[in-house]
């Protein structure tokens, strides 16, 4: 059974004193064990799309005007506040885009983990430290007792990335939305954020969300690729078929603004 699907999703977007048609008509399902990329240029509606999925979103902003998000048969668009709360987080985790903007620069890592914890599990604050190190261990953060006891400032934006990862795996979740999760990483720390997520792929079994811009990362780590230009899907298809034989103009022209190497076009 695919374990997410968006169907006939539409958004809204507020201007002014009323609201206008921002995402249309998306569709796409993310099976167990697979990772399903979605690329396109900034403000074409990746984010906001899975912002949607948690319904994260301001209502004051934006707003679902119709459309179904199914996670193994639910429909999180219909549950209740209480109900979305054990879905996010327990079900679906989500890593963001800055980790330095979503960890806390008040409270240590540590603390931030085991809120993390407790908020998915009933256990002690000893056995959640216990369970938070363990999981920094998994996400290969050096010396994770000591990184347990520092700040989100006083990490590199690599180490902080995979606080991150690991703040969003803490509730073993089955389903990881990852929302530009390399972003101004250099190319090496990126590289080790990605094998760190197929890694964890493969050992959880999770299906993966993935939104970028770069399609290096696409071609390397996605099985499918989903490329959205102002607000819809205009091309799905796996990722070694997008790559030989791009059907949509604006999927060529996203291809082809790669740069080769060389300095060719």
Known sequence: MSRLEVKGLHLSLREGNGFSP???DVNFTVEKGKTV????????????????ILQLLDPESIRIDRGSILFEGKDLLTLSQNELRQIRGNAIG??????????NPVFSIGSQLVEAVQNHHSVSYAQAKEKAIQMLECVRVSRPDIRFTEYPYQLSGGMRQRVMIAMALLGEPRLLIADEPTTALDVTIQAQILSLLVELQQKMNLGILLVTHDLGV??????????????????????????ENPQHPYTKKLLASVLKLGGSR
């Open 218 to 243: 696409v071609a390397e780590f996605a099985d499918e690729v989903l490329v959205m230009y102002a607000g819809r899907i205009v091309e799905r298809a796996p990722v070694q078929d997008l790559f």
């Open 37 to 52: 990329a979605l690329v396109g240029e900034s403000g074409c509606g990746k984010s906001i799309t899975c912002l949607s």
């Open 94 to 103: 989500m890593v963001f885009q800055d980790p330095l903007t979503s960890l």
């Open 22 to 24: 921002f995402v249309e």
